[in-house]
């Protein structure tokens, strides 16, 4: 199987960090590793990361950012390290309080090596009859209400952009992730956006699909915050007129 790379943005993670889980991971699936950036953390994570390194053998990698830059940024300075070592035949993104399973990369690995066409696997949170999705009913209506906007103001037929669960081929990273992104929270939205662009319309529509999770679990420590969610009008129309 070829290799995946699965960037991990941390800040301020060192009591959250799941060092078991990432580790039994790697363990289970050799064709696997991790790149987690650290963005600028103010406890001991970055020290954390690096003994977590040393025990992965070699498939952790561990990136440290200067101050902290945001979520976006993190995951695209990962992804453009990731890439520039030329290992790695897919490269993705997860949350690094793992609400989504490490496991749950597998659904999106067989959804992009099942058609050489698809490009960029997305993850979505689709409670359905033998899942397991665990979601507080207010942030599900806000992510129905957002992912609404989305869709109507980028023409988007996306159902959950948000889910920080996302896998790509490598031949994407630069055209994806090249420039610095317009927003720190909406950058997935941007993403597609970005995709579209780059292969057009049609070929966008052949090339993305989004994977129902079997299992995702709301964490708590979010690090969204009321001001992020005022601004996303603005943040959507700011990545619109670069579109």
């Known amino acids: 199987m070829r290799q995946v790379c699965l960037i991990v943005p941390c800040y301020d993670e060192e009591r959250r960090l799941r060092r078991d889980t990432l580790l039994e991971f790697l363990r289970t ?56 070592l030329e290992r790695f035949s897919f490269l993705g993104y997860w949350d690094a309080d793992l609400s989504t399973p490490l496991s749950q990369v597998d659904l999106l690995l067989a959804a992009l090596e099942a058609d050489p066409q698809r490009m960029f696997a997305l993850g979505s949170r689709v409670k359905r009859l033998g899942s397991d999705i665990d979601r507080r009913a207010t942030r599900h209506y806000l992510g129905r209400v957002f992912s609404t906007m989305a869709s109507q103001l980028f023409d988007l037929p996306v159902y959950d952009s948000q889910c920080g669960a996302k896998l790509f081929r490598s031949e994407v990273a630069r055209p994806l992730f090249g420039t610095p992104f317009v927003t720190k929270w909406l950058f997935d939205v941007e993403l597609l956006v970005r995709l579209r662009r780059h292969l057009g319309q049609k070929e966008f529509l052949n090339a993305s699909i989004e994977v129902p999770l079997t299992a995702w679990k709301e964490m708590g420590g979010s690090k969204l915050r009321l001001s992020h969610m005022l601004r996303v009008p603005i943040d959507l129309l700011r990545i619109r007129s670069r579109g």
């Open 29 to 84: 699936r050799p064709h696997a590793s991790l790149c987690l950036v650290d963005d600028g953390s103010s406890d001991g994570t970055l020290k954390a990361l690096e003994a977590l390194s040393v025990d992965g053998g070699g498939r952790i990698l561990v990136q440290k950012l200067t101050k902290n830059s945001g979520k976006a940024e993190a995951v695209r300075q990962g992804v453009l390290y990731a890439s520039s």
